[in-house]
């Protein structure tokens, strides 16, 4: 079975400290990893997959095999960075399907 | 905000009724999807298609039934079998295939009385 752990429910920052929000997952095959993000009053939508290795609005996320994680950084926060951040794991296979983890909420304080 | 759409955004029922929930998407995505969110429990799926008139069952299926008449609309039905309705039910669609990219409804919550 495939399992997403997101061990930090609220995690609070100053503007412009790093910030990594974790998250480590458990799934037998090749793990396909992704960060949602859910803005105050917007749609959940896509940050970043893993086999992009792409920065987005600063953040970055680095798949560690041995460890099984694939924790989201930013060396600087900002205010607009505060959000609802869920870590998914993607199940290959004919039948695809996401597995959320339970979400941490990020809040950037001034 | 065009692309999947979902309705009601609130609804209110009484124990016992069942009760559908719209999802239709304009992306032409062949993949949909159902989650509901709790607080604290993060997204959870319900059920899922591939492809039109196929369905597979997700983590909490029990209660919920659907159907996937058309590439566009993937209607859930949460019946008075399902213990704990009152929830936020999100709808999200995509392409088929690893890596694809999930896009969201903004979502019904749905409150039973």
């Known amino acids: 079975a495939q399992r997403v752990t997101q061990p930090e429910k609220l995690l609070s920052v100053f503007k412009g400290a790093p910030v990594e929000l974790k998250c480590n997952y458990s799934y037998s095959g090749s793990p396909e990893l992704f960060w949602y993000v859910q803005y105050s009053r917007q749609r959940l939508q896509l940050l970043l997959r893993h086999i992009s290795r792409e920065s987005i609005k600063g953040f970055t996320a680095d798949l560690n095999k041995g460890e099984t994680s694939f924790h989201l950084k930013k060396p600087f926060a900002q205010e607009e960075d505060s959000a609802m951040y869920y870590c998914?794991?993607?199940?290959?296979?004919?039948?695809?399907?996401?597995?959320f983890g339970k979400g941490t909420l990020l809040t950037v304080n001034p | 905000d065009g692309g999947i759409t979902q309705s009601p955004k609130y609804l209110f029922r009484k124990e016992g009724q069942n009760v559908t929930l719209s999802c239709e998407q304009n992306l032409n995505h062949d993949a949909m999807y159902w989650y509901r969110q709790d607080p604290g429990q993060g997204l959870r799926l319900i059920y899922y298609?591939?492809?039109?008139?196929?369905?597979q069952k997700g983590d909490i299926a029990e209660g919920y039934s659907v159907s996937r008449e058309k590439k566009e609309s993937f209607p859930l039905t949460v019946t008075s079998a399902q213990k704990n309705p009152t929830a936020f039910y999100l709808c999200?669609?995509?392409?088929?295939?690893?890596?694809?990219?999930?896009?969201f409804g903004p979502g019904t919550r749905l409150t039973v009385l």
């Open positions: 298609s591939q492809i039109v008139n196929d369905f």
């Open positions: 999200a669609s995509s392409i088929t295939g690893p890596y694809s990219e999930q896009f």
């Open positions: 998914a794991l993607g199940s290959g296979g004919s039948n695809y399907k996401l597995t």
